[in-house]
């Protein structure tokens, strides 16, 4: 018996061992088949025309004569209408190793509605059971529908060439157009159609990047979505086009092969709306942009950050101009240009190029101009540049607001008419008298709100109060205006207060010229380097109150001029310094019971000595002063709120009020007038809090075993009393902002930080400093503190007949930051009271079961079931086996069986 078992065991494992080679031999012969490697997926519109597309043809091999050369034949066939082109084909296959040759000898004639797109052959060893090869092509940039690609292999046995295995697969095209779009993949594309994808090749002239595809589709625009990626070779765009982004879009590359640029334009290109980078190279970096073209290129709105050169210019005929972009954080230079021998010229105009090499920001090589740019505070240009063409005057005195959400800088370049047009949604007007004729101009916004906002002083002491965006405006160059230029500066969109402000008899409604606050300032000795109002130096200006702007006529004569100015000249609307300037954001009277609380708010305060405030028993007057004199507490930068108690008034009585503002020479101009009839039942403004807080903490803790049990009980008694004054908060705008530097000197080198950053603020524990115990496996209560919060609101120092402090006048002043309080000590009483919450029984780890007793416990029948299945098939099996001859299962002899009993 026991050998007959022995033998069972021995045919079961036998077979068991067959069908695993059986299994093994099946998993690696795979079925003849074709698919697209790459681009993974195409977009939901299909593949654009001009896309380049990889795939993977494996096959069967069986029966091979190794005596011919060649004996396997494969073969790709596309659709006619495709047009297909550069076909490739690796050189190995992956599965046998086999050389594999270019050649279509064997291939049979293309199918209907096909056309043959290249084929290889190889000789294979007869022992080979399969093959693999990646092979791709680029879809014609004029097929129109989808269709499949076809795969044959022909093999060729000893009795000769045998009919063809073959695979298909379908392929979605869709046309290109005269916009396409370039993304990382087909989820990136999202709806935007025809759009292109990376390929896998990564050859000379960007061949396999989605880019590449795109140019060469000749589109008239090349639009890019989102953060896309080229590869180690350099992308040529040898083709005229539009090359720009969408909402921040940019180019970058995530590899480490960094010898080569970027990009190379070699045709009339215009680069646009885009951030390029080089990634995570460095030392080297790549250039980012290379230009060579015997047409012209201009890039405008574009960042070209953290590379090695920003842009580089060969001696080629084509003129390149680079206009309201940043170059910034570059190792090399800015803009760099070949020495001048019979090329082009190079133009920057409006930019922002600093931070890079020290030194010198651009070299012209002798062929360019650089006006009109910003090279870092208190940097002239003709220290940032060389051999370039280039002025000091004309220069940006403050760097160009950033777009938001875009790259480049806020600037525009617009052509003046005889009909009035608006910049920067509306904030600037430009037309032109209706003789001579139309001419160019520049616009470009500083922003308003910070010192680096300033052109050329900086915001320093007796700076303007801006109304408006500190805006650059000159000709473009050349230009030389035959009529005269109406610029219009809105002054309303940036503080409240300024627009009655400026409204009052001090400046718009005073009937001098020199007093409405539109202000110039020329960095050039042919005037003096201080803010003027363009009145004051000559041209007509007036206020349109209607549609809250600032209007100034600009000729050939007085200042501002064409010939003088109009090269370099900033302006804005703002209020002066003398004899003061103050914005008033907020004025109210605000009645109670015998008693009326005068409220202000101020925006900006410079050269003031503070405030009276006047009352009268009507509109008109007269007035008198009802207090002393509140100084003042803000600054040009920031206000302040101030609170005035006028008290012991009569009820149902209205009363009117003014302020008078004072400044530094004690002269005075007079607020608005406001109103407020006392007895109306109104909450007073002036709330005291007086909160009482018991908190008692008594944590228990028991745990099981030698441990200790602490006990711990904490009382606090300390007592607030706030008194809070409401007034509303001021909200500033936010402004986005480049990151500025001072020009550096040439050592040390500089250090590049191509992304910011972020720094991890960890949470502070609820008792710091405190030790940690380590977890024991027993069943344990953790405390988990509760906190309960009793807090009483009691009016101090107030009538309850009049919810009002007593009477008599109190001036509150110096509020400063709405919502702050002042504290003082009274009795409270603080219990902290944790509770306990048990913790789950259970085993730590390392003291579970281990996983297959666990499993076992749970699944046991099956595993019975399925153990008796297995010794029931393969009994069965022995058996048939046996009856056919194929096993041999001997009887025992005698001897054996009265042995075994």
């Known amino acids: 018996m026991n050998n007959l078992l022995k033998r069972v065991s021995i045919a079961v494992w036998l077979l068991a061992a067959w069908f ?58 596309t659709p006619t209408n495709w047009a297909a082109e550069s076909f490739r084909i690796d050189p190995t296959g992956a599965g046998t190793g086999a050389a594999y040759q270019p050649g279509t000898a064997n291939c049979g004639s293309a199918p209907e509605g096909y056309a043959m797109t290249g084929g290889v052959s190889a000789q294979i060893s007869a022992s080979a059971v399969s093959d693999q090869l990646n092979l791709g092509f680029r879809v014609g940039r004029t097929a129109t529908a989808s269709g499949s690609v076809l795969v044959r292999v022909y093999q060729k046995t000893a009795a000769g060439w045998q009919p063809p295995e073959e695979s298909s697969a379908t392929i979605g095209v869709t046309p290109t157009a005269a916009v396409v779009y370039v993304a990382n993949d087909a989820a990136a594309c999202g709806s935007s159609s025809p759009c292109y994808l990376n390929s896998g090749a990564d050859s000379a002239g960007g061949m396999g990047t989605a880019l590449k595809d795109a140019v060469d589709a000749q589109p008239v625009t090349v639009t890019i979505l989102g953060e896309y990626a080229v590869k180690s070779n350099t992308v040529w765009v040898d083709k005229a086009a539009i090359i720009q982004g969408l909402a921040d879009s940019r180019i970058t590359y995530a590899g480490a092969s960094c010898s080569e640029p970027i990009l190379r334009l070699t045709a009339g290109v215009i680069l646009r709306s885009l951030t390029i980078t080089d990634g995570a190279c460095a030392a080297p970096s790549r250039d980012l942009v290379e230009v060579d073209s015997p047409a012209g290129v201009t890039l405008e709105y574009v960042d070209l950050l ?5 842009l580089k210019v060969s001696d080629n005929t084509g003129n390149v101009t680079l206009r309201f972009s940043q170059v910034m954080d570059n190792s090399e230079y800015a803009l760099f240009r070949v020495p001048y021998v019979a090329g082009g010229t190079v133009q920057t105009i409006g930019n922002n190029l600093y931070n890079n090499r020290p030194g010198i920001q651009v070299n012209c090589g002798n062929a360019g101009q650089a006006d009109h740019n910003f090279w870092g505070f208190g940097v002239a240009a003709t220290t940032a540049t060389g051999q370039c063409t280039v002025s000091d005057n004309k220069r940006l005195g403050a760097p160009a607001q950033p777009r938001s959400g875009d790259a480049g800088v806020q600037g525009e370049i617009v052509t003046v ?34 010192p680096e906002n300033v052109p050329f002083t900086g915001g320093a002491l007796g700076s303007l109060t801006a109304c408006s965006n ?157 207090g002393n004199l509140i100084v003042h507490t803000g600054s040009s930068a920031s206000g302040a709120n101030y609170e005035y108690i006028d008290a012991g008034l009569t009820n149902n009585t209205t009363y009117y009020y003014r302020l008078e503002i004072v400044n530094n020479s004690l002269g005075s101009t007079f607020s608005n007038v406001i109103s407020a009839t006392i007895g109306q039942s109104t909450p007073t403004s002036t709330l005291t809090f007086t909160p009482t807080r018991t908190l008692t903490l008594t944590g228990t803790i028991t745990p099981t075993g030698p441990t200790p049990t602490p006990t711990g009980s904490l009382t606090r008694t300390p007592t607030r009393t706030i008194t809070l004054t409401r007034f509303p908060t001021r909200t500033r705008t936010p402004i986005r902002y480049a990151t500025y530097y001072v020009f550096r000197s040439p050592t040390p080198a500089p250090t590049r930080t191509p992304f910011p950053t972020r720094t ?142």
């Open 760 to 901: 991890i603020t960890p949470t502070p524990t609820l008792f710091p400093g405190a030790r940690t115990s380590t977890a024991q496996a027993v069943n344990t209560l953790l405390p988990q503190p509760s906190f309960t919060f009793t807090v009483t609101l009691t009016p101090a120092s107030t009538d309850l007949a009049t919810g009002y402090p007593p009477a008599g006048g109190t001036a509150i002043s110096s509020i400063g930051t709405p919502g702050t309080a002042d504290e003082t000590s009274t009795a409270a009483t603080h219990v902290i009271t944790p509770t306990a919450t048990p913790v789950t029984q259970g085993v730590l780890p390392g003291e579970q079961a281990p996983a297959i007793m666990t499993f076992g416990k749970c699944n046991w029948p099956w595993i019975l079931g399925l153990l008796g299945l297995e010794l029931v098939t393969v009994g069965g099996v022995a058996i048939y086996l046996n009856k056919r001859g194929l096993l041999t299962i001997p009887s025992p002899t005698r001897e054996e069986r009265d042995a075994e009993d």
């Open 417 to 450: 008419t005889t009909t009035k047009q608006s910049g920067f949604n509306g904030l600037v007007g430009y037309q032109r008298s209706t003789d001579g004729s139309d001419y160019q101009l520049n616009l470009i916004n500083h922003g308003v709100g910070a």
């Open 470 to 626: 500190y805006y650059d405006i000159f000709l473009e160059k050349d230009v030389v205006p035959s009529a005269q230029l109406t610029l219009s500066l809105r002054y309303d969109q940036f503080l409240a207060g300024c627009a009655s402000t400026i409204e009052t008899a001090e400046y718009c409604a005073s009937g001098d010229a020199a007093k409405i606050p539109l202000y110039w300032f020329s960095p050039s000795i042919m005037a003096p380097g201080v803010w003027k109002t363009t009145g004051a130096t000559g041209q007509a200006t007036t206020c349109n109150t209607a549609a809250k702007e600032i209007q100034v006529i600009i000729d050939s004569s007085d200042r501002p001029d064409f010939s003088n100015d109009l090269n370099f000249t900033p302006f804005v609307v703002g209020l002066p310094p003398q004899p003061s300037s103050v914005v008033i954001t907020r004025f109210a009277a605000i009645p109670g019971i015998g008693q009326a609380s005068i409220q202000w708010t101020t925006a900006s305060e410079v050269n003031l000595s503070g405030f009276y405030v006047l009352r009268s028993l009507a509109a008109a007057g007269p007035f008198e002063r009802v």
């Open 20 to 77: 695993g080679v059986q299994s093994s031999q099946a998993q690696t012969i795979q079925a003849t088949q074709l698919t697209l490697v790459s681009p993974a997926a195409c977009p939901t519109a299909g593949c654009a025309a001009g896309q380049t597309l990889d795939l993977r043809a494996s096959y069967d091999l069986a029966n091979l004569d190794p005596a011919p050369t060649p004996n396997v034949q494969v073969c790709l066939y």
């Open 306 to 310: 953290s590379g090695q050169n920003g």
